[in-house]
């Protein structure tokens, strides 16, 4: 299924509330006031001044750079920073939800300690406010009696978009000392994992890519709602407008499942059936193959100009000399002579033309780019889905070229005077400590995930590979957004729980202590870029105002923890002090590579609130790889330099077989059952859907999303699902078509069951989606997290969604459950 549109820029607008997107925007509310001090903040707090404070947005992973307004020491508006290169003085329509957080009514005052023993969801905590001393004291207490019965395993921390070697960064360290591999477990499995991976595993790079967006002229996106979330979507709002404007314009093709607002605005949008995405890429692979439309100088040739690739028609592996990538004619013969546009056909349910028309436009179109994310690997067949996608950006010649994708550096960050291996004791250095993660990463089970933090509340239950003990939460709820969520309602009534939200939510319903945080607008952070344009950017968010509760920032909370501690660690964190320690030495490496706006210490980068350095250090011209000599891309790199700082794969190409997934054959053969000579290659398998029902469900993020933390905004509430309408309740977007067939009219409420649960929605018509296909809303069903979030909505999603994970990349498979709906 194809629609091609032609839609004016004032009817798109009109149509996707986009014009709020590009503006600023400011709300008047109290708080409390600026730290740290100086004569004119003084002067606002005593309301005769307006003070600008730079600091970043922390409604999605962008990080784009704001300007937060106080008078009288109280927050009255946010801006983006105009020096930003994210921001470039714009903020999303989420950029302003900061003083909604800040001044939130529900946040937790202080630190709080149970007094109710028995936990549940419908349990009264009864908490009870404490000082941060006896909470402090109570956590080192717990964790130093865990280590001297030699169980400093048992201790876990799961952790979110912390962000900054001032927060996230720090778990580390804290695991090291203190002998847990346990500190630090991240969400990215239930994120976008896979898509790492496939990078991994074809061009050697375990990241998300960074893209030159204002030079393509041709993205094929795959699933990414560039115009809804996707990340920097501030950015991606004002380079859309370059993009279909610029001469020539460049043209967008989306595949997706559902009319969303960025395949409203795209020249066509493809509607795919669910988890066949893979199918369609190498479809798309054959037909530049086929007609010859490969880029050469970056792929290779024929050694015989005359020969040519045929459908169905195997090549000798010498016939082709290859330039930068590698097993392309292995991959030919196995896979993609094959793979024909009538093959995918039957796969996709997409018209021949279709597909033939998408692979020609993006096989002639220099430059180009395919992108995409989770939508396409949150199956059991996502790392091969997404090596497939990722092998057509070899196959054009995109990568590290202008106009296509590369990988984001890091900043020039200096590090702390005091050295933490200096602080091992002999307990963190013996061998025998070293256990298994709680999550399974690296063993027989996982053994080539990152992360599996949605298999920790069963793994607990089961006591493999041993039970948790304690455990805290840092910016993440898996109790409510995990796959299969209810086992952690289970699990966490026999932990010792403790949750650092600033807000009352499901976690710290099951809490044994409350640790608040700062919100983002109290806080003294740092944050490199989230992948963008490639060169390193590092920007600081620094307090607007004082705390107006009783709160912590997170990185305090753990050195404070860790001064508690006995013996070499506790004296390693005196010695580290606070985290205002830590951001002053990372600006001293500032001093040494000063930023293109003179950024050169820490108090500029305060002054600043970014640090960065153009341009990236590396380009592909024409098959050709250069770096940056500092006024120009001239300096040619060999091919070991290239293995060494881009492709860095075993044979230091792109590689069409996968030297890292033949490594791992026999496991993924018995995992996906590929044959052992054939998992390297990327290729479509069928996923394997959970759920027992006739219905595909997605869960797409919305413009107002927020990762999920907006649910108890009530401005984001009101524009939550746009498309549809929904307000104070699940609306489940069905096909007229569908619903028909199940006696379901426009507005009936309905039974939404998988093989683990039932929740309820209301059902709406929506004819801009496939009719295998229903969508329902993250972000509903609360039974916590404050007055707004609590009771709306009459379902969670994750209730009914299967805690089942591509057993490559350990990704959650949110998307590949089907369900049953019926009237209720």
Not at 405 to 433: I, N, T
Request: proline share 6%.
């Amino acid at each position: 299924m194809t629609l091609e549109f032609k839609t004016s820029r004032r009817r798109f607008l009109q149509a996707t509330g986009a014009t709020g997107a590009v503006a600023a925007t400011g709300i008047g509310l109290s708080g409390g006031t600026l730290a740290p001090a100086s004569a004119q903040q003084a002067a606002s707090a005593a309301g005769t001044a307006t003070v600008v404070n730079k600091n970043i947005c922390h409604q999605c992973p962008a990080r784009c750079g704001i300007d937060v307004y106080t008078t009288g020491g109280k927050v009255h508006a946010i801006y983006g920073n105009p020096d930003h290169p994210i921001a470039n003085g714009k903020l999303c329509p989420k950029g302003h939800l900061g003083t909604y957080i800040l001044y939130d009514p529900d946040r937790f005052k202080g630190p709080m300690k149970r007094t109710n023993p028995n936990k549940g969801r419908d349990q009264d905590p009864k908490f009870v406010p404490i000082s941060w001393d006896e909470a402090l004291n109570t956590v080192a207490a717990r964790l130093q009696a865990l280590r001297d019965k030699g169980e400093s395993h048992r201790f876990t921390l799961a952790f979110g978009r912390g962000w900054g070697a001032s927060c996230a960064g720090l778990l580390g360290t804290f695991g090291k000392l203190y002998g847990s591999p346990n500190i630090g477990l991240g969400h990215s499995s239930m994120c976008s994992d896979g898509s790492k991976k496939a990078k991994h595993a074809t061009d050697g790079n375990k990241d998300y890519n960074s893209y030159d967006y204002l030079n393509t002229n041709y993205i094929l996106n795959f699933g990414a709602g560039f115009l809804e979330a996707f990340r920097p979507y501030n950015n991606n709002l004002q380079v859309w407008g370059h993009l279909r404007t610029k001469s020539p314009r460049a043209r967008v093709t989306v595949v997706d499942v559902r009319l969303t607002t960025t395949g409203a605005a795209a020249d066509r949008l493809v509607m795919i059936k669910p988890a066949t995405d893979g199918a369609f890429a190498l479809a798309i692979a054959h037909v530049i193959l086929t007609e010859g439309l490969w880029e050469r100088d970056f792929v290779g040739d024929f050694a015989d100009p005359a020969m040519k690739f045929e459908a169905g028609k195997t090549l000798a592996a010498d016939s082709f000399k290859e330039k930068w990538v590698s097993g392309l004619i292995e991959w030919w013969n196995a896979v993609v002579k094959d793979a024909t546009p009538e093959w995918a056909s039957k796969i996709t349910t997409l018209t021949v033309k279709e597909i033939v028309t998408v692979a020609r436009e993006f096989g002639s179109t220099r430059p180009a780019m395919a992108l995409f994310e989770r939508g396409p690997t949150a199956h059991t067949n996502g790392v091969h889905t997404g090596m497939a996608i990722h092998a057509l950006n070899a196959l054009v010649g995109s990568l590290f070229a202008k106009g296509g994708l590369a990988y984001q550096m890091g900043p020039a960050y200096g590090s702390l005077d005091v050295k933490s291996d200096d602080f091992l004791d002999d307990y963190a250095k013996a061998p025998e400590r070293k256990k298994p993660r709680m999550d399974l990463v690296g063993s027989a089970e996982w053994p080539m995930a990152d992360n599996q933090l949605q298999g920790v509340a069963k793994h607990h239950l089961a006591g493999n590979p041993y039970k948790i003990d304690t455990m805290m939460f840092y910016l993440t709820s898996p109790i409510f957004s995990a796959p299969g969520c209810k086992d952690w309602e289970t699990a966490l009534k026999d932990i010792f729980v403790i949750d650092t939200s600033p807000f009352p939510g499901e976690t710290s319903v099951f809490a044994d202590l409350v640790l608040p945080d700062h919100t983002y607008l109290e806080r003294l952070q740092d944050a490199p870029t989230y992948p963008f344009q490639g060169y390193p950017l590092a920007q600081l968010r620094t307090p607007a105002v004082k705390p107006v509760h009783d709160t912590k920032v997170f990185g305090d909370i753990l050195i404070e923890i860790g001064k508690r501690m006995k013996g070499p660690m506790g004296d390693y964190y005196k010695a580290v002090g606070n985290t205002e320690n830590v951001v002053k030495a990372l600006a001293k490496g500032f001093e040494k590579s000063p930023g293109d706006n003179g950024v050169n210490s820490f108090e500029t980068w305060v002054q600043k609130g970014v640090w960065y350095k153009k341009p990236y250090h590396w380009r592909q011209v024409r098959g050709e790889f250069y770096e940056w000599d500092g006024t120009a891309y001239a300096k040619k790199m060999d091919a070991e330099e290239v293995k060494k700082k881009l492709l860095k794969t075993p044979s230091g190409k792109f590689e069409f077989k996968s030297g890292l997934m033949e490594a791992k054959a026999d496991f993924v053969t018995a995992k996906v059952g590929i044959p052992a000579e054939r998992v390297g290659f990327p290729q479509w398998f069928e996923a394997k859907h959970t759920g027992g029902g006739d219905l595909h469900v997605v869960t797409p993020k919305s413009s107002a999303h927020a990762e999920g933390r907006s649910a108890n905004t009530p401005w984001a509430i009101n524009i939550y699902q746009p498309t549809s309408g929904g307000r104070t309740q699940n609306l489940m977007e069905i096909h007229p078509e569908a619903a028909k067939k199940r006696n379901i009219a426009d507005g009936d409420k309905v039974r939404v069951k998988s093989s683990i649960g039932t929740i309820s929605a209301t059902a709406r018509y929506y004819a801009g989606l496939r009719p295998d296909t229903i969508v329902l809303p993250f972000g509903f069903g609360h039974w916590a997290y404050g007055r707004w979030a609590k009771g709306r909505g009459s379902g969670n999603v994750s209730e009914v969604t299967e805690n089942v994970s591509d057993p490559i990349s350990g990704l959650a498979c949110y998307y590949t459950g089907k369900v049953t709906v019926e009237k209720a």
